[in-house]
């Protein structure tokens, strides 16, 4: 006897890529800026959470205190899913309102891995002033070995330096970069179009009811956020020994400079 498909499933999928994609197929425009933005996070926000986490475990290394922001992370794109997926079970939330949802969940996921490797960053002392630059390392390093090796086209491979440390300091510098324009672009191609495929799967999942939703946005998350850490710590290399003097208990200056602006502390 042939399996009957789930009417539910259907009316996710049909809703969601009519929402995402144009009759071509290709992803309207409106997404493409939603998911660029979610990446690009401002330097005072990572530099006030890793300063929180010092508070909190003022004895840490620069290791540990990565160790914490990944099981941060890790506890927070996971819990995210499983959260938007329950509400398929609450009553007059039906499977294509939800799906509004699951597309605010994936923004989530963005923006919680963009604090993470930003503050990873920060913790190897490369200080990323300029949110476009930020979130092209972002999405580098969500592409994995793909986007790290495009980054290194722009640090080189100096002599004596690992990779990570060779395209961080070139991206932690506030002159324009020649050909930074170029790869940001194959990046954020790469970038968009894995991503979309990706998070099609996780999208949907998180839209079916009967609470199956909250199993497979939660194991989603969580399989892509353990992805990303990999990824990360791969990209950067082995951690400092000593925690950059910028972020020491002693050095908390009150104003922050990003490129182009002077903001005030945020919180």
């Given at each position: 006897m042939a399996r009957r498909s789930n009417p539910a499933l259907?009316?996710?999928?049909?809703?969601?890529?009519?929402?995402?994609?144009?009759?071509?197929?290709?992803?309207?425009?409106?997404?493409?800026?939603?998911?660029?933005?979610?990446?690009?996070?401002?330097?005072?926000?990572?530099?006030?959470?890793?300063?929180?986490?010092?508070k909190k475990h003022p004895r840490?290394?620069?290791?540990?205190?990565?160790?914490?922001?990944?099981?941060?992370?890790?506890?927070?794109?996971?819990?995210?899913g499983a959260l938007v997926g329950a509400t398929a079970v609450v009553p007059g939330v039906g499977t294509v309102a939800s799906l509004g949802l699951s597309a605010a969940a994936t923004v989530g996921f963005l923006e919680a891995t963009a604090l993470y490797a930003t503050s990873l960053a920060e913790l190897h002392g490369i200080?990323?002033?300029?949110?476009?630059?930020?979130?092209?390392m972002v999405m580098a390093i969500m592409l994995g070995e793909e986007g790290t090796a495009l980054l290194g086209t722009l640090g080189g491979q100096?002599?004596?330096?690992?990779?990570?440390?060779a395209w961080g300091s070139v991206l932690s510098k506030s002159m324009v970069l020649p050909g930074f324009g170029s790869v940001r672009k194959r990046i954020q191609s790469a970038f968009l179009k894995n991503l979309l495929k990706r998070q099609g799967t996780a999208l949907f999942g998180r839209a079916l009811p009967f609470g199956i939703g909250a199993v497979v946005g939660g194991a989603g998350n969580l399989m892509m956020g353990r992805a990303v850490a990999k990824n990360a710590r791969e990209a950067f290399g082995p951690m400092p020994d000593t925690i950059p003097g910028e972020l020491t208990a002693a050095a908390a200056p009150d104003n922050l400079t990003l490129e182009g602006n002077t903001l005030g502390s945020q919180r």
């Open positions: 259907r009316i996710a999928q049909e809703t969601a890529h009519n929402a995402m994609f144009d009759a071509e197929g290709k992803p309207k425009p409106g997404v493409h800026n939603m998911l660029l933005k979610a990446v690009q996070i401002q330097r005072p926000l990572v530099v006030g959470y890793i300063r929180r986490l010092q840490a290394t620069a290791a540990q205190l990565a160790d914490i922001a990944e099981r941060d992370y890790l506890r927070a794109v996971a819990g995210g200080r990323l002033t300029n949110p476009e630059k930020a979130g092209t100096a002599a004596g330096n690992s990779a990570g440390n």
